[in-house]
């Protein structure tokens, strides 16, 4: 009996952590809209999440990306089909590689990085010294952040997608010795509606995720600087988690409503 307890608990505990997750994230969504609009804040998040992230971004589509063209255009040749390795990089980057790897490295940095920093403030009570002064710390400190997230978080995508075909054309002319106009011809066949808007919808999906999740842990943590650890630690895990499931929802849905135009 006691393992059911167990499971039993950790049900109730999980479904009561749903519940209030899902009505800070509405309170979040709220804090958008009305005044005062925080725009220095807002701006500076958006330098911290987005120049901040640039670099790391930029490393990892190169690096995907080449890897992805070593390993396709590889399996190609068995086929005599490597003049179609552009098509198939943009498949799996603007679809799949780029927002996914896009949205787990913005919230392997950024989401540790707000977690803690909230958490921080609400263990040396500086959340409860604004409320004292009548400012909302929703507002204040998770707005800004949420709008930075849903502006760069694409932002950064569309750079990961660039880099990553990128390297995939360095593979493809000086390994596969596929001809320029061949890559990019095929690259420019798939760039087709319905690919732009998959690799477009799901950044911006991401971008709640780790905006919601994030801000509630860094609200939400306790006990001191152990708990705001504890809380970070969590607060990557758990949009890392979430991601992946989003990922596989939103290309379902996708799928389902575009399928002329994929």
Sequence with gaps: MKPIRVLLDWLKYFAYECQRLFFFSVKMVASLFGRPIYVPETFEQMYLIGVGSLFLVVLTGI???????????????????????????????????????????????????????????????????????????????????????????????????AVAITGGWLIALFISHITSITYWTAVKERLVFG??????????????????????KGFTAEGGTKGVGRATTESVVITSITILIANFIITKAIFSILKGYL
Excluded: H, W
């Design 63 to 161: 690096s995907a990306g080449q890897a992805m063209a070593l390993q396709f255009s590889n399996e190609l040749a068995d086929f005599g089909s490597k003049n179609y390795l552009g098509r198939i990089m943009v498949l799996a980057i603007v679809r799949e590689l780029g927002p996914v790897l896009t949205g787990l490295m913005v919230a392997a940095r950024v989401a540790a990085g707000i977690t803690a920093e909230i958490g921080s403030m609400k263990s040396s009570n500086q959340i409860d010294a604004l409320i004292s002064f009548g400012i909302d710390p929703v507002r204040k400190l998770a707005a800004p952040r949420l709008i930075s997230l849903i502006f760069m978080v694409p932002a950064l995508t569309v750079v990961c997608d």
């Design 195 to 216: 690919n732009i808007l998959m690799g477009v919808t799901k950044p911006v999906i991401y971008a709640f995720v780790i905006g919601f999740i994030s801000c509630y």
